[in-house]
Protein backbone atom coordinates (compact mmCIF):
# COMPACT_ATOMS: atom_id res chain seq x y z
CA UNK A 1 0.00 0.00 0.00
CA UNK A 2 1.04 3.24 -0.73
CA UNK A 3 1.72 5.78 2.01
CA UNK A 4 -0.46 8.52 1.98
CA UNK A 5 1.53 11.88 1.48
CA UNK A 6 0.04 15.60 0.83
CA UNK A 7 1.68 16.80 -2.23
CA UNK A 8 -0.32 20.56 -2.56
CA UNK A 9 -1.58 22.72 -0.07
CA UNK A 10 -3.21 25.81 -0.98
CA UNK A 11 -4.48 28.64 1.63
CA UNK A 12 -7.17 30.88 1.45
CA UNK A 13 -6.83 33.57 4.03
CA UNK A 14 -9.85 35.13 5.69
CA UNK A 15 -9.92 38.15 8.26
CA UNK A 16 -11.40 35.89 11.69
CA UNK A 17 -14.66 37.89 11.81
CA UNK A 18 -16.61 35.04 10.28
CA UNK A 19 -17.47 32.07 13.20
CA UNK A 20 -13.57 32.18 14.17
CA UNK A 21 -12.62 31.06 10.23
CA UNK A 22 -9.14 31.70 9.55
CA UNK A 23 -9.35 30.33 6.69
CA UNK A 24 -9.90 27.46 3.90
CA UNK A 25 -7.80 25.06 2.46
CA UNK A 26 -7.14 22.85 -0.36
CA UNK A 27 -5.20 19.53 -0.29
CA UNK A 28 -3.86 17.34 -2.71
CA UNK A 29 -3.20 13.34 -2.17
CA UNK A 30 -0.58 11.91 -3.56
CA UNK A 31 -0.40 14.03 -6.04
CA UNK A 32 -3.49 13.03 -7.69
CA UNK A 33 -6.66 13.32 -5.30
CA UNK A 34 -8.04 16.69 -3.70
CA UNK A 35 -10.03 17.49 -0.99
CA UNK A 36 -11.45 21.09 -0.59
CA UNK A 37 -12.56 22.99 2.27
CA UNK A 38 -10.73 21.87 4.94
CA UNK A 39 -10.80 24.71 7.32
CA UNK A 40 -8.29 26.80 9.80
CA UNK A 41 -10.26 27.73 12.81
CA UNK A 42 -9.32 29.68 15.80
CA UNK A 43 -10.18 27.64 18.75
CA UNK A 44 -9.89 28.16 22.68
CA UNK A 45 -6.77 26.64 22.46
CA UNK A 46 -5.22 28.45 19.25
CA UNK A 47 -6.08 27.06 15.21
CA UNK A 48 -6.96 24.13 14.70
CA UNK A 49 -7.80 22.08 11.40
CA UNK A 50 -11.13 21.02 10.82
CA UNK A 51 -12.18 18.36 8.18
CA UNK A 52 -14.74 19.39 4.95
CA UNK A 53 -17.80 19.28 6.86
CA UNK A 54 -21.84 19.97 6.15
CA UNK A 55 -24.56 21.10 8.00
CA UNK A 56 -26.94 18.80 9.36
CA UNK A 57 -30.87 19.49 9.44
CA UNK A 58 -34.36 18.97 9.37
CA UNK A 59 -37.87 20.10 7.46
CA UNK A 60 -39.67 22.82 8.49
CA UNK A 61 -42.99 20.61 9.96
CA UNK A 62 -45.28 23.40 8.00
CA UNK A 63 -43.85 24.39 5.27
CA UNK A 64 -41.10 21.35 4.27
CA UNK A 65 -38.20 23.76 3.64
CA UNK A 66 -34.60 21.95 4.72
CA UNK A 67 -33.13 24.02 7.91
CA UNK A 68 -29.84 23.88 9.34
CA UNK A 69 -30.33 22.45 13.55
CA UNK A 70 -28.65 25.60 14.16
CA UNK A 71 -31.75 27.59 12.48
CA UNK A 72 -34.07 29.44 15.04
CA UNK A 73 -36.56 30.38 12.45
CA UNK A 74 -37.42 28.51 8.92
CA UNK A 75 -35.77 30.08 6.50
CA UNK A 76 -39.03 29.62 4.00
CA UNK A 77 -42.11 30.57 6.39
CA UNK A 78 -40.38 31.97 8.84
CA UNK A 79 -42.05 29.67 11.74
CA UNK A 80 -39.87 29.25 14.74
CA UNK A 81 -38.05 25.91 14.93
CA UNK A 82 -37.14 24.41 18.57
CA UNK A 83 -33.46 24.76 19.61
CA UNK A 84 -33.19 21.15 20.85
CA UNK A 85 -34.50 19.17 17.64
CA UNK A 86 -30.59 18.29 16.62
CA UNK A 87 -30.06 14.48 17.40
CA UNK A 88 -27.11 14.56 20.02
CA UNK A 89 -24.10 12.51 19.97
CA UNK A 90 -22.19 9.75 22.60
CA UNK A 91 -21.23 13.08 25.12
CA UNK A 92 -24.53 15.20 24.53
CA UNK A 93 -23.80 17.71 22.44
CA UNK A 94 -26.08 18.57 19.42
CA UNK A 95 -24.87 17.18 16.25
CA UNK A 96 -25.02 19.94 14.05
CA UNK A 97 -22.63 18.42 11.56
CA UNK A 98 -21.03 15.74 9.64
CA UNK A 99 -17.74 15.01 8.32
CA UNK A 100 -17.27 14.36 4.55
CA UNK A 101 -14.05 13.35 4.32
CA UNK A 102 -11.82 12.58 7.40
CA UNK A 103 -8.69 10.45 8.86
CA UNK A 104 -9.77 7.59 10.76
CA UNK A 105 -6.15 7.31 12.41
CA UNK A 106 -4.09 9.25 14.56
CA UNK A 107 -0.67 9.03 12.36
CA UNK A 108 -3.36 10.31 9.45
CA UNK A 109 -4.25 13.03 11.40
CA UNK A 110 -1.39 14.06 12.61
CA UNK A 111 0.24 14.45 9.54
CA UNK A 112 -2.62 16.30 7.80
CA UNK A 113 -2.74 18.79 10.20
CA UNK A 114 0.99 19.17 10.56
CA UNK A 115 0.94 19.85 6.74
CA UNK A 116 -1.81 22.50 6.63
CA UNK A 117 -1.40 24.01 9.87
CA UNK A 118 2.38 24.53 8.45
CA UNK A 119 1.46 26.22 4.88
CA UNK A 120 -1.29 28.40 7.00
CA UNK A 121 1.56 29.96 8.70
CA UNK A 122 3.86 30.19 5.21
CA UNK A 123 0.94 31.82 3.97
CA UNK A 124 -0.04 34.48 7.13
CA UNK A 125 3.46 35.46 7.52
CA UNK A 126 3.82 36.08 3.15
CA UNK A 127 0.73 37.95 3.30
CA UNK A 128 1.70 39.91 6.12
CA UNK A 129 4.93 40.68 4.70
CA UNK A 130 3.77 41.32 1.09
CA UNK A 131 1.18 43.99 2.61
CA UNK A 132 3.89 45.64 4.44
CA UNK A 133 5.42 46.24 0.92
CA UNK A 134 2.64 47.26 -0.92
CA UNK A 135 2.96 50.33 2.00
CA UNK A 136 6.39 51.36 1.38
CA UNK A 137 5.89 50.61 -2.42
CA UNK A 138 3.14 53.51 -2.29
CA UNK A 139 4.81 56.02 -0.14
CA UNK A 140 7.80 55.51 -2.36
CA UNK A 141 6.14 56.57 -5.60
CA UNK A 142 3.65 59.39 -4.34
CA UNK A 143 4.94 61.65 -6.34
CA UNK A 144 4.54 60.11 -9.28
CA UNK A 145 1.40 58.40 -9.23
CA UNK A 146 1.65 56.63 -12.65
CA UNK A 147 5.04 54.47 -11.80
CA UNK A 148 3.15 54.06 -8.30
CA UNK A 149 0.11 52.22 -9.80
CA UNK A 150 2.19 49.94 -11.75
CA UNK A 151 4.43 49.23 -8.56
CA UNK A 152 1.73 47.89 -6.86
CA UNK A 153 0.29 45.63 -9.62
CA UNK A 154 3.51 44.01 -9.96
CA UNK A 155 4.01 43.31 -6.35
CA UNK A 156 0.38 42.06 -6.51
CA UNK A 157 1.47 39.97 -8.80
CA UNK A 158 3.59 37.87 -7.18
CA UNK A 159 1.42 37.18 -4.46
CA UNK A 160 0.40 33.63 -4.28
CA UNK A 161 -2.99 34.26 -2.48
CA UNK A 162 -4.90 37.51 -2.50
CA UNK A 163 -5.68 38.94 0.63
CA UNK A 164 -8.47 39.79 0.45
CA UNK A 165 -11.79 37.49 -0.33
CA UNK A 166 -14.43 38.06 -2.40
CA UNK A 167 -17.29 39.70 -0.40
CA UNK A 168 -19.69 36.28 -1.47
CA UNK A 169 -17.37 34.21 -0.02
CA UNK A 170 -17.65 35.17 3.62
CA UNK A 171 -21.15 35.30 4.12
CA UNK A 172 -21.71 33.44 7.03
CA UNK A 173 -24.84 31.62 5.47
CA UNK A 174 -22.98 30.55 2.73
CA UNK A 175 -21.26 27.50 4.39
CA UNK A 176 -18.89 24.64 3.10
CA UNK A 177 -20.22 24.63 -0.01
CA UNK A 178 -18.48 22.92 -2.87
CA UNK A 179 -19.07 26.53 -5.03
CA UNK A 180 -17.04 28.31 -2.10
CA UNK A 181 -13.61 28.64 -3.30
CA UNK A 182 -14.44 28.09 -7.65
CA UNK A 183 -12.35 30.43 -9.14
CA UNK A 184 -10.19 31.21 -6.41
CA UNK A 185 -8.02 27.99 -5.30
ZN1 LIG B 1 -41.29 26.61 7.05
Redesign the pocket.
Known sequence: MHPLEVTEVRVKLLDGDVDKLLAFCTITLNGCFVVRDLKIIDGPDGPFVAMPSRKLGDR?P????KNPFRARY?S????QLSSQRAPKDGDGYAKLFADIAHPISVECRQMIEQVVMKAYETERLTAASSEDEDVIVAEDRLPEPTVAKRGRADSAQTRVVPAEPAPENVAPEAGPGADFAAGIL
Open positions: CDCRECECGR
